[in-house]
């Protein structure tokens, strides 16, 4: 019966077909244009867009509650771990958008492509769990969003998530840049909206520069090295990784050594500038908690609800509230739009085989529906915020099986060519992939026992 059902709503991808066909996202694959002879600021501009995307991963539903928390209960000390971790996350996006350029495969694929089946299947199972873990912090952010803007209920508010997936199917056929320019605009939008929340809480402008410089405290003080690390070991996405791979063959850059190595330049820019807006973003996620409840003796609010409700009256405004919800909702939706693309990578690279993108997109969401219409139902807001935290413990369990292979891939020769990491590069990755997994490791291991 599973058989059947595959065979009526997918296709497989044949060995035979030709190499456009067998291509990441090949209904968008080399569909955007690069301009011959052009100058440096219209190229960047036909790159621009990839990061944004991927961006948007790092400031999603599920790391709030973390820098709300870590704001409000030790002021401005742990920007310096949302810094690091910022910096991490762009080694490992380049390394990612190097592997899909240089080799024209994505993560996926090349899993597929150098391991074994049972390898990769394993692999493709832990993707799809991250996967549906981001989605769930996707839906239960937006229903957060929904009901502090709008009223709605929470199960309600999970029940209308899922009719933007019908808004990612629309507009993919439109083209690749419409997604991109509607991300662009949900980003836009949530930058607006923390600036005006910096504008309207005045920080301290010394505390956050005091704060950007790494204390021996934060590894001394448990309490504060268990939020640190829930800040570091939530850095990458999983998905991100095999987002970014693939999303940068939509160019239409030459494939031979000049244009890949031309094409890595401009992509590697627009991520690394993307991620610095993610960085703002967190930050001021932070800043915000430091300087409304930390500095007003509200030390104890890690609920993204609790912190909504108290931030009009400390602060004595009446907008602040809404434009953080705001943010809140844009957050949700944008993750949404690439969470659901990501699906779509992962199926197609590792198993060969293009489920219909309705098909896809319904799975994915319903999966993460579920359970999260299920708690919100019989346990309302604080079972949804255990929900998000569970969500953030699935993901970095998942985390490094992504990172290793990508470290492995971009480091071989083999598979790169002339574009494999230097010694120096590969030394610092593993280093940073070492330091994400313990992290990861010790913070499961605290929140289970």
């Given at each position: 019966?599973l058989?059947?059902?595959?065979?009526?709503?997918?296709e497989?991808?044949?060995?035979?077909?030709?190499?456009?066909?067998?291509?990441?996202?090949?209904?968008v694959?080399?569909?955007?244009?690069?301009?011959?002879?052009?100058g440096?600021?219209?190229?960047?501009?036909?790159?621009?867009?990839?990061?944004?995307?991927?961006?948007v991963?790092?400031?999603?539903?599920?790391?709030?509650?973390?820098?709300?928390?870590?704001?409000?209960?030790?002021?401005?000390?742990?920007?310096?771990?949302?810094?690091?971790?910022?910096?991490?996350?762009?080694l490992?996006?380049?390394l990612?958008?190097?592997?899909?350029?240089?080799?024209?495969?994505?993560?996926?694929?090349?899993?597929?492509?150098?391991?074994?089946?049972?390898?990769?299947?394993?692999?493709?199972?832990?993707?799809?769990?991250?996967?549906?873990?981001?989605?769930?912090?996707?839906?239960?952010?937006?229903?957060?969003?929904?009901?502090?803007?709008?009223?709605?209920?929470?199960?309600?508010?999970?029940?209308?998530?899922?009719?933007?997936?019908?808004?990612?199917?629309?507009?993919?056929?439109?083209?690749?840049?419409?997604?991109?320019?509607?991300?662009?605009?949900?980003?836009?939008?949530?930058?607006?909206?923390?600036?005006?929340?910096?504008?309207?809480?005045?920080?301290?402008?010394?505390?956050?520069?005091?704060?950007?410089?790494?204390?021996?405290?934060?590894?001394?003080?448990?309490?504060?090295?268990?939020?640190?690390?829930?800040?570091?070991?939530?850095?990458?996405?999983?998905?991100?990784?095999?987002?970014?791979?693939?999303?940068?063959?939509?160019?239409?850059?030459?494939?031979?050594?000049?244009?890949?190595?031309?094409?890595i330049?401009?992509?590697?820019?627009?991520?690394?500038?993307?991620?610095?807006?993610?960085?703002?973003?967190?930050?001021?996620?932070?800043?915000?908690?430091?300087?409304?409840?930390?500095?007003?003796?509200?030390?104890?609010?890690?609920?993204?609800?609790?912190?909504?409700?108290?931030?009009?009256?400390?602060?004595?405004?009446?907008?602040?509230?809404?434009?953080?919800?705001?943010?809140?909702?844009?957050?949700?939706?944008?993750?949404?739009?690439?969470?659901?693309?990501?699906?779509?990578?992962?199926?197609?690279g590792?198993?060969?085989?293009?489920?219909?993108?309705?098909?896809?997109?319904?799975?994915?969401?319903?999966?993460?529906?579920?359970?999260?219409?299920?708690?919100?139902?019989?346990y309302?807001?604080?079972?949804?915020?255990?929900?998000?935290?569970?969500?953030?413990?699935?993901?970095?369990?998942?985390?490094s099986?992504?990172?290793?292979?990508?470290?492995?891939?971009?480091?071989?020769?083999?598979?790169?060519?002339?574009?494999?990491?230097?010694?120096?590069?590969?030394?610092?990755?593993?280093?940073?992939?070492?330091?994400?997994?313990?992290?990861?490791?010790?913070?499961?291991?605290?929140?289970?026992?």
């Open positions: 019966m058989e059947n059902f595959i065979a009526k709503y997918s497989k991808i044949d060995s035979s077909d030709q190499p456009n066909q067998l291509a990441s996202l090949s209904e694959h080399s569909s955007i244009a690069i301009p011959e002879g052009a440096f600021w219209k190229k960047m501009m036909a790159f621009a867009g990839p990061g944004l995307m991927v961006s991963g790092y400031i999603d539903p599920g790391n709030w509650a973390t820098d709300i928390e870590g704001g409000s209960r030790f002021g401005y000390t742990l920007l310096s771990v949302i810094l690091i971790s910022n910096l991490f996350a762009m490992l996006q380049h990612s958008l190097k592997l899909g350029i240089a080799s024209g495969r994505d993560l996926a694929q090349a899993c597929r492509d150098n391991y074994s089946r049972p390898v990769s299947m394993v692999l493709w199972v832990l993707s799809e769990i991250a996967i549906a873990a981001t989605d769930l912090a996707e839906v239960i952010g937006s229903a957060i969003a929904l009901n502090l803007l709008f009223g709605l209920p929470l199960p309600i508010g999970v029940v209308f998530t899922a009719f933007d997936v019908l808004i990612v199917l629309y507009f993919q056929q439109k083209g690749f840049r419409i997604i991109e320019s509607i991300v662009a605009g949900l980003m836009g939008i949530i930058l607006l909206s923390f600036l005006y929340e910096m504008i309207v809480s005045q920080p301290s402008l010394s505390g956050i520069a005091g704060g950007l410089l790494p204390k021996l405290e934060i590894v001394t003080h448990p309490g504060m090295l268990y939020i640190a690390i829930g800040i570091l070991g939530a850095t990458v996405m999983p998905h991100n990784l095999y987002l970014h791979s693939s999303i940068v063959q939509t160019r239409a850059f030459k494939r031979d050594d000049e244009g890949k190595k031309s094409a330049k401009f992509a590697t820019i627009d991520s690394t500038f993307s991620l610095g807006l993610a960085f703002f973003i967190n930050g001021s996620i932070l800043i915000l908690a430091a300087t409304a409840f930390h500095l007003n003796g509200h030390f104890e609010i890690a609920d993204i609800t609790d912190a909504y409700h108290l931030l009009d009256p400390i602060l004595g405004v009446s907008l602040a509230g809404v434009f953080f919800a705001l943010a809140l909702l844009a957050s949700g939706q944008s993750s949404t739009l690439t969470g659901t693309l990501a699906g779509q990578i992962v199926m197609e590792f198993l060969n085989i293009r489920l219909k993108p309705w098909l896809r997109r319904l799975i994915t969401r319903g999966i993460a529906i579920i359970p999260a219409l299920i708690v919100a139902t019989m309302g807001e604080k079972g949804t915020a255990e929900l998000l935290v569970f969500s953030q413990v699935i993901l970095s369990l998942q985390l099986f992504a990172i290793v292979p990508l470290v492995l891939f971009t480091s071989s020769k083999k598979i790169m060519g002339q574009f494999a990491n230097s010694k120096i590069m590969t030394g610092l990755s593993w280093l940073i992939t070492l330091v994400i997994i313990s992290l990861n490791v010790i913070l499961l291991y605290r929140t289970l026992f």
